[in-house]
Each structure stands twice: as structure tokens, then as C-alpha cells.
């Protein structure tokens, strides 16, 4: 429908006039949006950038105030690469985000499914069960799941080992959530006809489910991944080891031991940072799909 | 995917002789527990008994270094309340619930309004659209640890680039950080700076759901743009703000991370003035006095708070869809 038509209800020379108003008032509300978003913008980067510079200055250099090193040095990196356990926290990031995010993308669409596509007794009950879980922080079940890492029903310890820092985190409720209201848009019709094809329940499930909520699973995987990647308080109290601990624990550990060498730390934190900023401006679209299907941080 | 069919062999004699005698709903049935098994004993033995656990813990003088753990009532929360009601200098757990309803009070309203403007400032233009988001956006998925170092760096008395900017003006230099006065708000603008760009996404997507046609035809009924706002996006953004008050609320309850890293030796202060309930609750646990019972009664508390948060959500969001 054409936005200029019910005006004609106005007198013939007031519509002109305040169309042009709006004209003019836009221009200006624009020029102004960009304005303020771009000093925003810059508010966003400098830390960011002021970070990397301080990165490639010499120990005598940082404390001089140009956004360019005068003697850019790699030096720097090469110390905190070789006198720290950094590529090893790296590693352990990776494998404890890896572990969590494949086995959240498994059992959570596979639980999804369930409460989506069958009836059975209890259903309501053992769903509920599964979202209150969401009213609990994470704070409250620290203590408990430190207790029974230190002494666990199966092994002899979960401190210090890539099991006890993930296994909080392998199912999630939000994802459970978010699988459910995707898979209920999967036709009955489509299962029923494999059924009657053959197809087992869990073919059902892996053949034909899963493929066509790949956009789903994407999302949920990333964000999980960010989440695990940057999780800190519960890595921060089950590693004690050096060799055992995150990125964000090792980073927090390596910069309250190094006080006032700030070339040190930032290079530290640059190499903790830069990677990951690269991969979210490569995949922003999915990740930013990713946050307003689930919403919710870690 | 041939492994997973392999994977089923064990299970096809059984399965013969058992399921496929039963009805096809009741086989359905049978098939749904099946795959609920893990994620079932999961959530009972990773999430519901470790809360029912926190519970029993407070009521105990749980130390983990103790042969036998002593249960002593409520005296972890008469021991609270105590300390509640001591001045903030010398009782940690008063400063951590003051500190904590500042954080809240100041900063969820705060990143609302600020993130807010910057939705629909990002509404209002036509180009580059998606390069300022994903720029506001960075910050959110960077590890907190390496913001909170970095501002560290940039709130440095002598050194920081905020101190040399202020004095490149004649401003007199701050102490930030270091002060009992600003560390709180230093702490409070790194957590807003960081938090925003995710809001603004939530709030995006909300203006997204808007039609343009109640605009354009509240444009030729002569409503002005604050008009606009105020009785078409305000109202119809009402979903979004609920859940990002709440969610704001919570996060800022659960305050933590920044604290431990920007404030030295990870105490909260400078005396006490940036410390929050939850850093409290580490100290307490695994700080040298391993103070697990009390820790676990503050913990329920925090449970507590959350908890009437999420209820009040529940009954303002029922009331707009009503």
C-alpha cells in the first residue's frame, strides 16, 4: 500500500510540507545516528588497539604514549610463548570447548527431539525439571561439584583433568529449550512416512532431524563454543596445575604473577584475544543469529 | 554414520525379541526414555542433587579438611546476618551485598538506556549497518579476564592512557582504580563497555518485530518521532526489555570475574570497595579459612534473589500477553 495515500484526507497544502519535514529531520537524525555511532565505535576499538601496540613496545617504550611503537619488537611474543604455558592453556581451551560443544550439539538435539516429536508419560515433568534447572547459578553448585570432583564416583580425581573442567557444561538446558522449539516446525507426516519406510527411531532422529536443523545445531555450536572458551570461575577452582588450566585462568594467573610488566601481560592478552576477534568477524552473522535464537550468555 | 548403525547391532536381537512386540506408540514410548536416559541422569546428578547439596551444606560448619562436618542449624545464616548488619570497612560480607545493589541499581539501567539509543540509532541509518554491530559486538565475546587486564593497563595512575589523555588536557589526573571512591564505577564502566553489544542485538532483533506500517501511519496521522517512540516502539518493545532487565539483573548480581581481575590480589578492594557477594563466596570456600558452609548459605541467598527476579519476570511477561 502506498504510505502517501490515506494523507490525501489532509488538506492538499499541509502534506507537502511536513512530508519534506520528515525529509529534512531524517537527514539530520541520520547524519547524527552515524555521528555518535561511529564515537561509540572508536570507544570500542581504542582498548583493542591500544592493547596490540603496547604489545610490540620494548619494556622502556610502554610508558610513552604513541598508538605506534617507535622499535616495534616481536621480543615480547617470543617470551610469552617460551617462558609461559600459554600455547598449553591454549590447547586446553580447545579441547575442553571441542569435548563440550560436540557433546551439547548431540544430547541436547537429541533431547530436543524427544520433548518435540513424542508423547510419553512424565514428559511435562522431566521437562520442567530440565528448565528449572536455568534458576540455579552456577554459583551455587560450585561448591558441590568441587566436593565431588575431589572425590568422584568414577575415577580417582577430577581436579586437574579435562573432564572435570567440562563436564558441567556437556548438556544444557537452554539448548534442550532452543532444539525443541526448532524441531517442533519438522513435519510428523515426513517421520511417519520413514517409519512406515523402515527407519528406525533413532534414524529417524539422525537422518532426517538433524539434517534439516543444521542451522539450529550451527548456532547453538558457536555459541556454546564462545561460552566454554571464555568460561573462568569453575576452570578457575578445579585446575591447580599449570599445565591443566584455560585461557582465561592462565591469563588471570600469568598476569597477577607478572605485576607491573605490562608489555608482558598485554602480549599475553593480545594472543588470548586476536585469534578469537578474527573468527567472530569471519562468522558475526551466525553468531549474532546465534544469540537472538538462544539469548543467554555461558 | 556407519559406525552409529553398527553401534545399534547389540541392541537388534533384544530389541526383536522385546520392542517390536509392543504397539508402535508404546514403542515410541519406549524409544523416548531411551534417549532421554543420559541427559535425564545428567541433569538429576549434575544440576538438582548439587543444589539440594548446597542446601544441606549451609545448615553444616562445613570445612573440607575436617573428618566429620558438624551441623550446626542456621547459624551460618544468623552468622550473615550478623555480619550484615557490621560497617562496611571491616565486614567483607556487608560491603559485598552493599557493592552488589550498586552494581545493579546503577548499572542495569545504564546499559538498558545506553544500548537502547544505540539500537535505534542503528535502526535509523541505512549503510553500514552491520559493520558497527559487529564492532560494539567484540568486546561481548572476549574473554573478561583480558578486557579486565587491559583496562587495568588503560586506568594505570601514572602510565594509563585515560590518566595521560586527562593530562594532555590540563585535567587532573584520576586514581581510578586505586581510589575507595572510583574503583567501583571504573569496574561498573568495564562491565557496561563490555555487556552492550549484546543488548543491542537483543534489542535490534526486538525492532525488527515492529511493522513499519504503524509508524508510517502514525507519520500521517502527524505524530512526531518522540511520539512514535513513546507509543508504538516503547510498548511493542516491551518482550525485549523485560528479558534483558531481567537478565541484566541477574548477570550483575552474579558479579565476579571483573572484580577478581581488576582489583589486586583479587580482593575487591580498595577496603572492601568492589567487592560482590559471589567473589565473597570464593574467598569464604577456597581461601584459606575454607569456609564451604558458610559460603554455601551465602550462595542460597544469591539463589534466593535470582529466584524472586525470575518470578517477577514470569508475572510481567504473562500480564503483556494477557
Redesign the interface.
Known amino acids: 500500500?502506498d504510505?502517501a495515500q490515506?494523507?490525501m484526507v489532509n488538506t492538499p497544502e499541509q502534506v507537502p510540507q511536513?512530508i519534506s519535514n520528515?525529509k529534512r529531520?531524517t537527514v539530520i537524525?541520520?547524519a547524527?545516528?552515524?555521528l555518535?555511532?561511529s564515537l561509540?565505535?572508536l570507544?570500542?576499538?581504542?582498548?583493542?588497539v591500544?592493547?596490540i601496540s603496547?604489545s610490540f613496545k620494548d619494556a622502556t617504550e610502554?610508558?610513552r604514549?604513541n598508538f605506534f611503537p617507535q622499535n616495534p619488537t616481536t621480543d615480547n611474543y617470543e617470551e610469552v610463548i617460551t617462558d609461559t604455558a600459554l600455547p598449553r592453556w591454549y590447547l586446553n581451551s580447545l579441547i575442553v570447548a571441542v569435548m563440550t560443544t560436540i557433546s551439547v550439539a548431540f544430547?541436547d538435539s537429541?533431547?530436543g527431539?524427544?520433548f518435540a516429536k513424542?508423547?510419553?508419560?512424565g514428559?511435562r515433568a522431566?521437562f520442567l525439571?530440565?528448565l528449572?534447572?536455568l534458576?540455579?547459578?552456577?554459583?551455587?553448585?560450585?561448591?558441590?561439584?568441587?566436593?565431588?570432583s575431589?572425590d568422584p564416583p568414577i575415577g580417582a580425581t577430577w581436579v586437574d583433568t579435562y573432564w572435570g573442567i567440562a563436564?558441567?557444561g556437556?548438556?544444557t538446558?537452554t539448548g534442550?529449550f532452543l532444539m525443541r522449539q526448532f524441531m517442533q516446525s519438522v513435519p510428523d507426516e515426513l517421520l511417519d512416512a520413514a517409519?512406515i519406510d523402515g527407519v528406525?527411531?533413532?534414524g529417524l532422529?539422525?537422518?532426517i532431524v538433524i539434517p534439516l536443523s543444521l542451522p539450529a545445531i550451527g548456532a547453538l555450536s558457536i555459541f556454546n563454543f564462545?561460552g566454554n572458551?571464555?568460561a573462568?570461575?569453575w576452570p578457575l577452582?578445579v585446575t591447580s596445575d599449570l599445565n591443566m588450566m584455560t585461557?582465561?585462568?592462565g591469563?588471570?594467573f600469568f598476569?597477577?604473577e607478572n605485576g607491573a610488566d605490562?608489555h608482558l601481560?598485554?602480549t599475553g592478552?593480545s594472543l588470548?584475544?586476536v585469534p578469537?576477534?578474527i573468527i567472530?568477524?569471519v562468522f558475526?552473522?551466525y553468531?549474532?543469529e546465534g544469540?537472538?535464537l538462544t539469548?543467554?550468555?555461558g | 554414520?556407519i559406525l552409529?548403525e553398527w553401534l545399534?547391532y547389540p541392541f537388534v536381537w533384544s530389541y526383536q525379541q522385546t520392542v517390536e512386540k509392543l504397539s508402535?506408540?508404546k514403542?515410541?514410548?519406549f524409544?523416548?526414555?531411551v534417549?532421554?536416559f543420559?541427559?535425564?541422569i545428567?541433569?538429576?546428578y549434575?544440576?538438582?542433587?548439587?543444589?539440594i547439596?548446597?542446601f544441606g551444606?549451609s545448615f553444616y560448619d562445613w570445612n573440607?579438611l575436617a573428618v566429620e562436618q558438624e551441623f550446626i542449624g542456621f547459624d551460618n545464616y544468623a552468622e550473615i546476618f550478623e555480619d550484615v548488619q557490621k560497617p562496611a570497612l571491616t565486614s567483607p560480607t556487608r560491603a559485598a551485598f552493599e557493592n552488589t545493589v550498586k552494581y545493579v541499581v546503577i548499572g542495569m539501567p545504564l546499559q538498558l538506556v545506553l544500548s537502547l539509543s544505540?539500537a535505534l540509532?542503528?535502526s535509523?541509518?541505512?549503510r553500514?549497518v552491520?559493520f558497527?554491530?559487529?564492532?560494539?559486538?567484540?568486546?561481548?565475546?572476549?574473554?573478561?579476564?583480558?578486557?579486565a587486564?587491559?583496562?587495568r593497563?588503560?586506568y594505570?595512575p601514572?602510565?594509563g592512557?585515560f590518566n595521560?589523555v586527562l593530562a594532555a588536557f590540563s585535567l587532573p589526573t584520576q586514581d581510578f582504580l586505586d581510589s575507595r571512591g572510583q574503583a567501583l564505577f571504573s569496574i561498573l564502566a568495564v562491565v557496561i563497555?563490555q555487556g552492550?553489544?549484546?543488548a543491542v542485538?537483543?534489542f535490534l532483533?526486538g525492532l525488527k518485530q515492529i511493522p513499519r506500517?504503524y509508524y508510517?501511519?502514525a507519520?500521517?496521522d502527524?505524530s512526531s518521532?518522540w511520539q512514535s517512540f513513546w507509543n508504538i516502539t516503547l510498548p511493542l518493545l516491551n518482550p525485549s526489555i523485560v528479558?534483558l532487565v531481567v537478565?541484566q539483573t541477574?548477570?550483575f548480581l552474579?558479579m565476579?570475574?571483573p572484580v577478581?581481575?581488576m582489583t589486586s590480589?583479587?580482593d575487591g578492594g580498595p577496603l572492601n570497595s568492589t567487592t560482590t557477594v559471589?567473589l565473597r563466596?570464593?574467598r569464604e570456600?577456597?581461601g584459606t579459612r575454607s569456609k564451604?558452609g558458610y559460603?554455601?548459605a551465602l550462595?542460597?541467598v544469591?539463589?534466593a534473589v535470582?529466584?524472586m527476579v525470575?518470578i517477577i519476570q514470569l508475572r510481567l511477561t504473562t500480564r503483556s500477553v494477557d
Open positions: 500500500m504510505a490515506p494523507a511536513t520528515r529531520q537524525y541520520r547524527f545516528s552515524y555518535v555511532l561509540i565505535g570507544t570500542m576499538v581504542i582498548p583493542f591500544w592493547m603496547t610502554i610508558y604514549p544430547f537429541l533431547a527431539f524427544v513424542y508423547q510419553f508419560p514428559k522431566i525439571l530440565f528449572s534447572s534458576m540455579i547459578p552456577t554459583e551455587m553448585l560450585i561448591i558441590p561439584w568441587f566436593i565431588m575431589v563436564f558441567p556437556v548438556i538446558a534442550v517409519r528406525s527411531e533413532f532422529f539422525w537422518r564462545l572458551w571464555n573462568f570461575i577452582i585461557l582465561p585462568v591469563l588471570q598476569s597477577s605490562w601481560i598485554m592478552a588470548s584475544v578469537l576477534l567472530v568477524i558475526q552473522r553468531i549474532i544469540i537472538t539469548g543467554l550468555k | 554414520m552409529l545399534q508402535l506408540p514403542q515410541k514410548i524409544w523416548a526414555y534417549f532421554l543420559i541427559p535425564l545428567f541433569f538429576l549434575i544440576r538438582i542433587y548439587p543444589t547439596q548446597a551444606m573440607p544505540i540509532m542503528l535509523e541509518i541505512r553500514f552491520d558497527y554491530r559487529v564492532i560494539f559486538f567484540l568486546p561481548f565475546v572476549t574473554s573478561t579476564i583480558a578486557v587486564w587491559v583496562f593497563w588503560l594505570q601514572q602510565h592512557l595521560v563497555w552492550l553489544g549484546f542485538i537483543i532483533a506500517t508510517e501511519a507519520e500521517v502527524g518521532r528479558y537478565l541477574i548477570s552474579r565476579f570475574a577478581l581481575a590480589q583479587g559471589v563466596v570464593f570456600a577456597f564451604m559460603s554455601a550462595t542460597v544469591l539463589f535470582i529466584l525470575t
